[in-house]
């Protein structure tokens, strides 16, 4: 069993920047491909970020150039740099670990990270 755990999030003001981190517990965690992504109240929950063990990384389009994701393997942990953030960049943040592809979300999910970009 895999269990994910994100920390981070936070109130911060447009143009500003955030750290998320989602540590995870479990071996699987070694061998899959990890991501990020964010949903806001009556939306579906969308990729943001993902990256696999080999340190490739997939991201939406409205993020590149804005934030960067990696993963530590030794601490288990995978991170998301979020510069330059946009009212548009709130929503909850979760963790997702266990896809072997970067077109599907694997089965674990963290209890999510609240992210509000507002002056």
């Known amino acids: 069993q895999v269990q994910l755990v994100e920390s981070g999030g936070g109130l911060v003001q447009p143009g500003g920047s955030l750290r998320l981190s989602c540590v995870a517990s479990?071996?699987?965690?070694?061998?899959?491909?990890v991501g990020w992504y964010r949903q806001t109240p009556g939306k579906q929950r969308d990729l943001v970020a993902a990256?696999?063990?080999?340190?490739?990384?997939n991201y939406a389009d409205l993020v590149k150039g804005r934030f960067t994701i990696s993963r530590d393997n030794a601490k288990n942990t995978v991170y998301l740099q979020m510069n330059s953030l946009k009212p548009e960049d709130t929503a909850v943040y979760y963790c997702?670990?266990?896809?072997?592809?970067?077109?599907?979300?694997?089965?674990?999910w963290g209890q999510g990270t609240q992210v509000t970009v507002s002056s």
């Open positions: 997702n670990a266990g896809s072997i592809s970067f077109l599907m979300n694997g089965d674990y």
């Open positions: 479990g071996s699987i965690f070694r061998l899959a491909i």
């Open positions: 990256i696999n063990t080999s340190g490739t990384t």
